[in-house]
């Protein structure tokens, strides 16, 4: 888990599971959504493998710049996704 005033990611990000378990990998900016300014911005796509989750969550703004092929949730006071993204869900 990672906690941050805000995030930002560029170049993509890629998160593959190195032992062959399940990982759960969450990037937190603390705050409820929609009352806060704290944002993360990933921009060059993501990629996860079958085995990890990924959860960003931010009061402000939560944006993804594709491609992006990832098993997750995006949480934020405003959430955008743009260039072919493909985020399946998760129940928490």
């Known amino acids: 888990m990672i906690f941050a005033d805000s995030a930002q990611v560029a170049n993509g990000w ?4 190195a032992d ?3 990982h ?3 990037v937190v900016v ?3 959504p929609g009352h806060g300014s704290g944002s993360i911005n990933v921009s060059g796509g ?3 493998d079958a085995l990890t ?3 960003l969550r931010a009061p402000g703004d939560v944006t993804v710049n594709g491609p992006a092929d990832a098993l997750g949730q995006l949480v934020g006071g405003r959430v955008r996704a743009m260039g072919n993204v493909n985020l399946n869900g998760t129940a928490s």
């Open 46 to 48: 993501i990629t996860t």
């Open 20 to 22: 062959g378990r399940a």
């Open 30 to 32: 603390p705050g409820a």
């Open 53 to 55: 989750i990924l959860s």
């Open 14 to 17: 890629t998160i593959q599971s």
């Open 24 to 26: 759960k990998v969450t």
